[in-house]
């Protein structure tokens, strides 16, 4: 079997994801710093996987961790092993510690955030509206970033100006181009930062998700201190990474896809479906990190090997023809039916799915609403990506506005 090597600069994804579905469903990848894992490539094989129980996060099962074979300064150690939570146990202990993070993200508690996230859109676009007319603006840093970064702070109560910082560490901790001797100490700094914030919820708490964690663990559900820091420390990560990539990815796609990008502003194509879309075609995560065999697992006609790690190369599997036919390479946003796994799948499905839902709902109806002559400011060949892995993440994404709608011409 042919081993292919991530590129750490991301400079070729689809190439890359073509590759990796060429290899089979099960192919041999070699991730930056030189760690060789699996990496399931097809969709059947993928839902099959998330569901067995032969595949588990004990990192110990690793072969190559048990040998001492992955340092601590290995730039993806964070994602690898990025402490006790749900991201990182099975069976009853990822049920007690799922329920309590699901509980307050279905899909009925999170439709009552919807007047806070349309007052924070309109709040951007008021913002995006009094910059200086015709000069290109970077949509990611301006309008992509704040609003999911604010919607999951005040779920969670971490404070504004916490942000800063935060962006500043979870920008070296999903890079790979990290300098090894900065990730023991980037590592804990997040963990400094995230204990500060518990321990001040502890002190005040108030009606946010960290404050139930710890009520929680105080009323016997047993959250130990590692557990909610953790916790936290995961929401808070993937609760905007990937928003802020799903929206950049849905400007990209309809702006280089014209005739669809009228039809949807012109009502003909629903604003779920092109989400629903993107979602599948240019996925916000592009390798989940990383699970391991308890045993020998047949994967189509390979073998993932006993204490060998896996990872789920969702921006190779988005694209299976076996699963969405010769059209699987097109962005087509009236495609019906649309069954995906872009938020994962069975037990391990992200329980912020419908949160980035209704994110992605509220703000790019709206930007296109305020913005409708809204361009790109460079061509889409130059866009480029973030050096991670696991996000499918531009650098920025400049764009020219266009007057406002209501605005003077």
Request: aromatic share 6%.
């Amino acid at each position: 079997m042919t081993r292919i090597a991530l590129d750490p600069f991301v400079r070729d994804l689809d190439g890359e994801s073509a590759a990796l579905r060429a290899a089979g469903p099960l192919a041999e990848v070699e991730l930056p710093g030189g760690v060789h894992v699996y990496a399931v490539t097809r969709h059947a094989e993928a839902r099959a996987l998330l569901t067995d129980s032969r595949v588990v996060k004990d990192i110990n099962v690793w072969n190559a961790w048990r040998r001492g074979e992955i340092p601590m300064d290995w730039p993806l150690i964070g994602l690898a092993n990025p402490g006790r939570s749900m991201l990182t146990v099975d069976g009853a202990d990822h049920r007690r510690l799922r329920t309590l993070v699901a509980q307050a993200l279905t899909v009925k508690r999170v439709e009552r955030l919807r007047a806070g996230i349309e007052a924070l859109t309109n709040a951007s676009l008021e913002k995006l509206a009094a910059l200086p007319a015709g000069e290109p603006v970077d949509l990611k840093a301006e309008f992509a970033y704040p609003l999911p970064m604010n919607v999951i702070s005040e779920l969670m109560g971490v404070d504004a100006a916490d942000h800063p910082r935060l962006k500043e560490l979870f920008e070296k901790f999903f890079s790979t181009q990290t300098p090894p001797e900065e990730v023991p100490q980037m590592m804990a700094d997040l963990g400094t930062l995230f204990t500060k914030i518990v321990d001040g919820k502890r002190a005040n708490p108030g009606d946010d998700l960290t404050s139930a964690l710890i009520a929680a663990s105080e009323n016997g559900d047993h959250l130990t201190d590692e557990e909610i820091v953790n916790t936290l420390q995961l929401i808070i990560a993937a609760g905007h990474e990937t928003t802020i990539s799903l929206i950049v990815n849905v400007v990209e796609a309809l702006q280089t896809h014209p005739e669809q990008r009228k039809k949807v502003l012109n009502g003909e194509i629903g604003w779920d479906g092109v989400i629903e879309e993107t979602l599948r075609w240019n996925t916000p995560t592009s390798h989940v990190l990383i699970r391991f065999a308890t045993e020998d697992i047949e994967v189509g006609d390979k073998v993932l090997p006993k204490g060998e790690g896996l990872i789920i190369s969702f921006g190779a599997l988005g694209r299976d023809e076996e699963q969405y036919g010769p059209t699987a390479g097109d962005f087509d946003a009236t495609r019906t039916p649309n069954r995906h796994i872009a938020f994962g799948h069975g037990p391990h499905v992200c329980p912020g799915a419908a949160l980035s839902r209704l994110e992605a709902g509220i703000a790019l109806p709206a930007l296109y609403s305020k913005f409708p002559e809204l361009d790109l400011a460079v061509p889409a060949s130059d866009l480029r990506n973030k050096p991670i892995v696991t996000q499918n993440d531009l650098h920025e994404l400049p764009v020219k506005l266009g007057c406002p709608f209501g605005g003077d011409a």
